[in-house]
């Protein structure tokens, strides 16, 4: 079974809005533990909500991803002022899975959203999922939301990140998140065009792999730009490499770094 409370299954370019509501508790042994939405050139916005305790299948139950929400074949999704909290998975995206772009061009943006005590038991994410389809225009904007005590199996602690044109992160506290597999304590972007992150702080987060806090892997374009201004990282630690940010990429691909402290 997916979608534990709600499941919606829609056709070509549907808007679907989830607003003032609150799922709690439900479960499922297969993905989204309380929302499973997806639909051709999907429209999704959820604004005002509380998302707690909802949970999904066992580490070897696949496509038990996505603790509490799932949203896949999207267009846009808009997620404002809505707070994820204690949702757990046996795979990848503790709490919200963004999956599976739908069209050639793609955005998604999470804004003045909280994200508290979320688990990814055997994937990636442990709070926040996005992986567009490669060769896709996908684009992911994070800005005045805060993930705080959020746990993965695999890489970024916090959130991770496949796939992506472009990430933006600004404005955002990434405090007491870890890590295994491929690190990224708060933080693990792969497979990108360009990253900008600016004014965040990522404070006492741990990976047990490379890069304490962040983690940024290959681009997937020969000259990828990534930024980093006026961020803070505090007390973040790492068993491997890289105690706070750690880069990651291989020849023919390049990167163009800018690194400045607030």
């Known amino acids: 079974t997916i979608g534990g409370a709600v499941y919606v299954a829609v056709g070509a370019t549907t808007t679907v ?3 003032d509501s609150t799922f709690s508790e439900n479960t499922c042994d297969g993905g989204g533990g309380a ?9 999704l916005s959820m604004a005002d909500c509380t998302i707690e305790n909802n949970t999904t299948g066992d580490n070897d139950i696949v496509g038990s991803d996505g603790g509490a929400v799932v949203i896949r ?4 999704v808009d997620i404002a002022t809505t707070t994820f909290a204690d949702n757990s998975t046996g795979q990848g995206g503790g709490a919200l ?12 943006f999470i ?7 979320n688990v990814a038991a055997g994937g990636a994410g442990g709070a926040l999922g996005f992986d567009a389809l490669q060769g896709d225009i996908a684009s992911l ?12 199996y695999s890489g970024g602690g916090g959130a991770q990140v496949s796939n992506p044109t472009a990430v933006l992160v600004e404005d955002c506290w990434f405090s007491g998140n870890s890590a295994g597999g491929n690190g990224g304590g708060a933080l693990e972007i792969a497979d990108w065009d360009s990253i900008e992150i600016s004014d965040t702080s990522f404070a006492t987060n741990h990976s047990t792999n490379c890069g ?7 681009p997937a374009i020969d000259a990828g730009i990534a930024k980093v201004d006026q961020t803070l990282f505090d007390g ?22 800018r690194v400045s402290a607030p």
């Open 73 to 76: 074949d999207w267009a846009s």
């Open 97 to 108: 899975l963004i999956d599976n772009t739908d069209v050639l061009s793609a955005t998604a």
């Open 35 to 43: 929302v499973w939405v997806q639909g051709d050139f999907l429209h």
């Open 212 to 218: 304490g806090a962040l983690t940024i892997g290959a």
């Open 141 to 152: 904007s994070l800005r005045s939301s805060t993930f705080i005590d959020n746990e993965s």
């Open 17 to 19: 809005g989830i607003t």
């Open 111 to 117: 804004r003045d959203c909280q994200f508290e005590g």
């Open 236 to 257: 973040t630690s790492c068993d491997l490499d890289a105690g706070a940010l750690y880069v990651n990429y291989s020849s023919p691909n390049a990167i163009s770094a």
